[in-house]
């Protein structure tokens, strides 16, 4: 099987940089997608093919990847930015899709 | 505006069988394959099904594959998800999903979801 892990939670201060990591089991890998869900509503994505930005999401979120390793951080946290973060990917031939357990970034 | 409206959720017995729908508005419906993730109470994502834009390639998770069934209408712009065999384990809210592109199904728009639970 495959398998993505991320840090089940994350805090920083306002203003400060949030970073959160998605690490997989096994290489290569497909693009890394991430997703922001606040409390009671549907995920949103906000960065595709590990470093690009949707229209309409902060240019304080940016994404990048180290081998196996694809990094969410976010510079400049806001109160606003809390709320659960996962990450999603697929092995090599897209047998296996998954997402990361998710990463709950409070901010203090 | 992109719209996914999803229904059919509710409470059904163990062994039990519901079909959750999507209705899709504001966007060309047969360009894009579309998709479910479900999340159960309390838990994180999880990807269950995705069909392609005619619908002739169709993948699953091992988790329900050979219990549901992903289907979709492009004439009602809607998606469907056939789930039979229902399980406890398969409670959870159900999102309907537009693929942006890409081997790993990331998903540009979702629903608010419709939630399927299974309990006696």
């Known amino acids: 099987s495959y398998e993505v892990t991320q840090p089940p939670s994350v805090s920083v201060s306002p203003g400060q940089t949030a970073t959160i990591t998605c690490s997989a089991s096994?290489?290569?890998?497909?693009?890394s997608y991430w997703y922001q869900q606040k409390a009671g509503q549907a995920p949103v994505l906000v960065i595709y093919?590990?470093?690009e930005r949707p229209a309409g999401i902060p240019d304080r979120f940016s994404g990048s990847t180290s081998g196996t390793t694809a990094t969410l951080t976010i510079k400049g946290v806001q109160a606003e930015d809390e709320a659960d973060y996962y990450c999603?990917?697929?092995?090599?031939?897209?047998?296996?899709?998954?997402f990361g357990g998710g990463t709950k970034l409070t901010v203090l | 505006e992109v719209q996914l409206v999803e229904s059919g959720g509710g409470l059904v017995k163990p062994g039990g069988s519901l079909r959750l729908s999507c209705a899709a508005s504001?966007?060309?419906?047969?360009?894009?394959?579309m998709g479910w993730v479900r999340q159960a109470p309390g838990k994180g994502l999880e990807w269950v099904a995705y069909?392609?834009?005619?619908?002739?390639?169709?993948h699953y998770a091992d988790s329900v594959k050979g219990r549901f069934t992903i289907s979709r209408d492009n004439a009602k712009n809607s998606v469907y998800l056939q789930m039979d065999s229902l399980r406890g384990e398969d409670t959870a809210v159900y999102y309907c999903?537009?693929?942006?592109?890409?081997?790993?199904?990331?998903?540009?728009?979702w629903g608010q979801g419709t939630l399927a639970t299974v309990s006696s």
């Open positions: 999603q990917s697929a092995d090599n031939d897209g047998t296996y899709v998954v």
């Open positions: 096994a290489s290569p890998q497909q693009y």
């Open positions: 093919k590990d470093t």
């Open positions: 504001g966007f060309t419906f047969t360009s894009y394959s």
């Open positions: 069909i392609s834009t005619r619908g002739s390639y169709i």
């Open positions: 999903a537009r693929d942006r592109g890409g081997v790993a199904f990331p998903c540009d728009f």
